[in-house]
């Protein structure tokens, strides 16, 4: 495999996942970014856009906020449109509930990015031990971090998130399952 496509609700996630991915990547990998302007256009699109690729030797990662949907059924949905365009091999994640929760599941790297060291004693509460359980988990981040906003928190914490750190369960399956994908297609 030559070219790894990532299939984004957000922008915000493409901004994350410019500093985590270089981390967990072989730089031979060519990384590419299909963006899309929220999880509506994203479902719509997504058959049409992975049927439309051209370049051959590439596999897929899907990519959406579980926002207040079941995640298992926006998990089913996703991969039902990922069969549908007969593209393989192809990996769906969905983060729990919404990106932020990946960046609320690793303080340390929060206090690294904002140049805060007493933001990384937030780990320890009970709240962020499973941050994929917050209902919002922007509201928390803005909580301790008010100038908090989604792309510039991405672009800045993304380059700290640490797999074997975080306490979010869906950031940790992302990981995992990015880094299968990409050994089994090798």
Known sequence: M????FLLEEPSAKDLLEGLLPRLLPPTLAVHYLVFEGKQDLEKQIVRKLRGWL???SAFIVLRDQDAGDCRAVKQTLAKLVAASGRSPALVRVACRELEAWVVGDWCA???????P??????NKKAYRNPDTLVRPVESLRRFVPEYQKRDGA?????HLDPGR????SFRAFCAGVVALVAEAA
């Open 2 to 5: 030559k070219n790894l496509v």
């Open 55 to 57: 370049r051959p030797d």
């Open 110 to 116: 929060v206090a690294e990015a904002f140049d805060s």
């Open 118 to 123: 007493r933001l990384a004693a937030q780990s």
């Open 155 to 159: 672009r800045r914490v993304g380059p």
């Open 166 to 169: 975080s306490m979010s369960p």
